[in-house]
């Protein structure tokens, strides 16, 4: 198409720039990327409910993507089967209303990166993210010999990747972990449900990790692993059959969270669904972890119907013996029904500080044990503007071998003629 040149003089210059755009030569493959390439799975011959795997359409489709630079992979309305997929830098998992990625129940279908089977792979990988509003199904894949006996594979596994983002989407019937994730740094995870399975967010080495606004019903530990940094936990329900948080830590910010017990799923090699303790932690010396739990702060939360608030046991607990903790913070705490003290055994050092500010603690009337809060080897110890509302009237408080202990406006309901038990403490400040 030509133009007079003496015509151009009384065109617009707003028409000259949009006849110049539509008149410009098609951009190669590699710059339309930059925009965004948008690709169906259906495009590569995945069927909706079809006996037939999706793996190899979802996997093709993918592959275009990250050729092409980087786009979106929509999962239509629909029930698809697959086995093992790897997603790849740039590219963005879009599950549509109503569509679910189910997994296949055929453990051949799987397989493994860093030697970890799992249903989605992210391996060395960064800018990659999985949005909803669908639904990944773990389908409870077992594996006899696996762990415990029975456990299958992990649902999304995350290693040596950076800038990952987990939004919108429901995760269920995990066959194990419903996130596994090592050595991943920048992640986010946002409005993720999850129901059932084992451990909710596994993290072993991560940094930088921000959950927000999720809900977590698990069969296992909610939040696990050790060695991490910097994880920032917000406004996200939390409920397990096993532990709200077993975590090795430095840095912890958990707010405005909400946790309750008994668990909805079992825990599925003991059946059981009491929830162990809203925290403790986690340092398991077989892991030979490097780094402490360290800095953590956690605020403005509530607890119904959690066995304990915070246990920890250098000495004789499950996995805690690798590394201390050391300051730790809670504060602004409403917990109701708890069954069990609030319980602490140190490291010899006495190297833990721990604030516990603006509580209000109320113990079952079928708690187990005389004591609230059972507090030994420190380096300070400090209960701030508290009540404890506690069925016995004896000891509530106990606490041994440490530094400086600092109790302040501390009530006790009912009140008691002996509500301290207090030895080989240095200091005491009241």
Partial sequence: MKIPVNSLKSIPLGTLLALALALAPSAPAAEASKAGLTISITENGAKAGAESLATNAIQASIDAAAAAGGGSVRVPQGIYRTGTFYLKSHVRLLLEKEAVLQGSLNLADYSGSGSVPALIQIDGQEHVSIEGPGTIDGM???????EEGFRGYHTIHVRNSKSITFKDFALKNSGNYAFMCR????ATLTRISIRGGHD???AQACRDIKVTDCDFR??????AGCDNHEIEVTRTKINSSCNGFRLGCDNLLVRDCEFWGPGEAAHQSSGRHNMLAAFTH???PDRKPQFPS???LIDRITLRDVDALYLYDNERGLWQQGQPAKQITFSNIKATGLMKPLRILGDKGQQLEFLLDSADLSYSPQATAP?????????????KNLTLRHPDGGPVIRAVDGKILTLENVQLLPQSDTPYQIERVAKVIQ
């Fill in 183 to 186: 050595n991943m740094q920048g």
């Fill in 294 to 296: 360290d800095r953590w």
């Fill in 218 to 223: 698990t069969g296992d530990d909610t939040f």
């Fill in 200 to 202: 909710g967010l596994h």
């Fill in 140 to 146: 409870n894949l077992r594996k006899p010999g696996g």
């Fill in 282 to 284: 986690f340092a398991p």
């Fill in 371 to 383: 004591l609230a809060i059972d507090v030994s080897r420190f380096g300070s110890l400090k209960l």
